[in-house]
């Protein structure tokens, strides 16, 4: 199971950290992204984390703005937001794989909310 959680309502510029419990599993044993979703829009892959964290990847928009690590002690991943815009607006979801190269997540969170005002 995962559980997001971290959103709320943040002014332009501002910061956020969402965090992704993992439960039932192990972290370590997982690739981890996060993804988003803003009203009337598809569902983005935001970024994507390996395994041992050698392996990154974020989409344009948020690249040197948003950061993924993960604390495997933990059991938890994060995604630090910086420089908030109203259109990073959406319910973000952290998601799990086990092979990096495949698009299919297993695990999912249940999204949390992020609303960034002008």
């Known amino acids: 199971q995962l559980q997001a959680s971290g959103g709320g309502l943040v002014q332009t510029g501002g910061s956020l950290r969402l965090s992704c419990a993992v439960s039932g599993h192990t972290v370590r044993d997982y690739h981890m992204a996060w993804f988003r979703q803003a009203p009337g829009k598809e569902r983005e892959l935001l970024g994507r984390?390996?395994?041992?964290?050698?392996?990154?990847y974020y989409l344009d928009s948020v690249k040197g703005r948003f950061t993924m690590s993960r604390d495997n002690a933990k059991n938890t991943v994060y995604l630090q937001m910086n420089s908030l815009k109203p259109e990073d607006t959406a319910v973000y979801y952290c998601?799990?794989?086990?092979?990096?190269?495949?698009?299919?997540?297993?695990?999912w969170g249940q999204g949390t909310l992020v609303t960034v005002s002008s």
């Open positions: 984390i390996s395994r041992s964290s050698a392996t990154t």
């Open positions: 998601a799990a794989k086990t092979v990096l190269s495949s698009s299919q997540y297993l695990y």
